[in-house]
């Protein structure tokens, strides 16, 4: 039995270093490789080149090395088996510390004091307390849900946009497209954490910047974007940071990775741009999630965090 593991942008070696220490009895290779690969029964992917997977024909489970599985749902020729994608308290940790701190940079207006304190200036400015500050999270699942919670523990007036509606103390629900308008008219700090599939592809547009309330207690709407570059419209956020549509803006992810050098966002004063590191994968945390799985699997137990296909998340 073979574990494959095929990545791109990442280095295979310390992935396959960290399983061999759980003693998991498999052989590993690491695509790409002349090896025959029909010995291959677990795949371990992140931006895998489209056709590998397809041609292990004896592959019994995918596993993303992350929580998206777009990269995945992208390849025409998946084959028919389950995909595991990571549900991992390190991953939700990690996700959690980018979102609850650029609401903070933003609320406690970070980048003003900042330039004061290079012009030597001691300026006092008006900040108003969290709990009148409205933020608004797109994407109620594992990641979105874990920040709304510390965000609405914090004291923020916090709401959810989701698929289906949840129940979470204190966090008022929205769901589906009916109920989108309502949910963007009452939020100042938007967080996006959705997943990328064609239902929300590009949905970050000029339409919706327009829909964020406007008579906040902060300066402006901020959207806050840690899901998926192709949810958003770059050359939209960039003329609503002109027109002061949005007032401010931080980017982990962007319509092409790496952002391209020309983009008028690296030079944005009010944007925040970090290299798609929200919540990187820590691979001693995530080959144990793995290896877990794939002992789950071997003794006849069922799989965690079996994406549905058919909504592609
Ligand atoms: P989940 O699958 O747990 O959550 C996805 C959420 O999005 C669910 O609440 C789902 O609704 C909602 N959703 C999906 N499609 C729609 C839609 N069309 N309309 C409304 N709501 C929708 O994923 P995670 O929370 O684990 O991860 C979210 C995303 O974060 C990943 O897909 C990935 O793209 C991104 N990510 C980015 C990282 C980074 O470093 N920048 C790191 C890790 C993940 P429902 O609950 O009703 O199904
Ligand atoms: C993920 C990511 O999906 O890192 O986990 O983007």
Redesign the pocket.
Known sequence: MTILLTMTGIDAGPWQQQLEALNLNQEFLIWPSDEPLDSVKYALAWNSPHGVLARCPNLEVVFSL???V?HLISDPDLPDVPIVRI?DPN?TMR?TEYVVFHVLLHHRRFHDYDRAQRAKKWEVLYQPGANEVRVGVM??????SDSACKLRDLGFQVAG????PKSFAGIESFAGMDQLTPFLNRTDILVV?????P??EGILNKNLFAALARDGAGQGPVLIN???GRLQIDDDIVTALDENVLHAVSL??FEQEPLPVDSALWSHERATLTP?????SDNRALTKYIAEQIKRHESGQALENVIDNTKG?
């Open positions: 992350g929580a998206g777009d549900v991953l996700m994407g109620m699942g594992t990641l979105g946009w989701s698929n289906s954490l959705l997943p990328h599939t239902e929300t840690a899901g998926r982990d992810v798609h590191i929200a919540s990187e998340y």
